[in-house]
């Protein structure tokens, strides 16, 4: 599981039925350096399933690969990034 930072949000006209209920955003992973400094982070873009509604700008808990899609087991999802979860405070040493 990695940290990310929510930078947008991905507007479907279609959808596949598994995927209702929730939306999909943009986010980046950050380095614990950037999470540190508070600064923008310089990874690559994934698109994440979010079903908790994390806005933008919020810190989240992304979960890939395999085990992005083990909510769902034994429902087949077609996912590569999960948001576990959303930040509301992180303290760094």
Known sequence: MR???VVGTVTLNRFHPSMRGATLKLAVPMTGDELRADSQPAADTLVVYDEFGAGI???IM???GAEAAQPFYPELIPLDAYNAG???RLSLK
């Open 86 to 88: 959303i930040i509301d």
């Open 62 to 64: 992304l979960s890939e």
């Open 57 to 59: 700008g919020d810190k």
């Open 3 to 5: 940290i990310a930072k």
